[in-house]
């Protein structure tokens, strides 16, 4: 049973930063893809950024040059640094994990519980 656990998020002014991270226990981390997403009330769950297993990395394009993903594969933990946030980006954001291993097409499957973050103008 793999368990996800988000932490970092809070209240920050337009233009600050933050950075989320995600707690990963009960599977094997290495080979398996894992991605960043957020929703808002009223609007469904979108992608914001993913690490493919084989170390490609993608984002949303309203966050590009802004976010950055990255993982530790040592400590099992992965991480968004969000940089220039603006008031847009507040949501509860979620990491979430492929349970497939070595999954060419990477698929969310288990998600933590979420973070708020939430941005002021």
């Known amino acids: 049973q793999v368990q996800l656990a988000e932490s970092g998020g809070g209240l920050v002014q337009a233009g600050g930063s933050l950075r989320l991270s995600c707690t990963v226990s009960?599977?094997?981390?290495?080979?398996?893809?894992m991605g960043w997403f957020r929703q808002t009330p009223g609007k469904e769950r979108e992608f914001v950024a993913g690490?493919?297993?084989?170390?490609?990395?993608n984002y949303a394009d309203s966050v590009k040059g802004r976010f950055t993903i990255s993982r530790d594969y040592p400590k099992d933990m992965l991480y968004l640094q969000m940089n220039n946030l603006r008031v847009e980006d507040t949501a509860v954001y979620y990491c979430?994990?492929?349970?497939?291993?070595?999954?060419?097409?990477?698929?969310?499957?288990?998600w933590g519980q979420g973070t708020q973050v939430t941005v002021s103008a």
């Open positions: 979430a994990i492929d349970r497939t291993a070595h999954a060419e097409t990477p698929r969310y499957d288990d």
């Open positions: 009960g599977r094997t981390f290495s080979t398996r893809s």
């Open positions: 690490i493919h297993w084989k170390g490609r990395i």
